[in-house]
């Protein structure tokens, strides 16, 4: 299951991620659904209020499972039904993932971020990003 493609989505630190192929998106975005709903769910456990980039785990989980839904249809598809179907993907999901509002799961600063968000709230991660990032 996979396709060419030429996607690049930029994270909260101006950090850039190209990917060529379905399945590399579809691995990063696993990846990072994964990592930050456990984290917003463990933050979520002490308080109301979480931080714009813990949320965003519904997006990367949105991407999962729309390419899910194409197991055994995307070789079969045209390129116009492709491209179709991903700019479709593109619009309700990807754009969701826009600059300033993700953090790469990876970053360096992604670990002070989420403590900072647990001993300071939402206004603290808020102030973290805006200093550090």
């Known amino acids: 299951m996979d ?5 690049t989505i930029t994270d ?5 991620f190209n990917f060529e192929s379905v399945q590399a998106l579809y691995k990063f975005s696993m990846a990072e659904s994964e990592f930050w709903e456990s984290n917003r769910n463990q933050i979520a456990e002490t308080q109301s209020q979480q931080h714009t ?14 390419i899910d839904g194409w197991k055994g249809e995307l070789e079969k598809w045209s ?7 991903f700019e479709e993907l593109r619009q309700q999901s ?11 799961s990876g ?8 403590d900072c968000h647990q001993k300071y709230g939402v206004n603290g991660a808020d102030t973290f990003a805006n200093l550090v990032l």
């Open 94 to 104: 990807l754009n969701g993932i826009k600059e300033n509002n993700w953090l790469w």
């Open 79 to 85: 390129d116009d039904e492709f491209n179709f179907r």
């Open 12 to 16: 909260a630190s101006k950090q850039q």
């Open 53 to 66: 980039y813990l949320g965003r785990y519904s997006n990367f989980s949105t991407i999962v499972q729309r």
């Open 107 to 114: 970053n360096s600063a992604t670990g002070s971020y989420l």
């Open 3 to 7: 396709r060419k493609i030429n996607f």
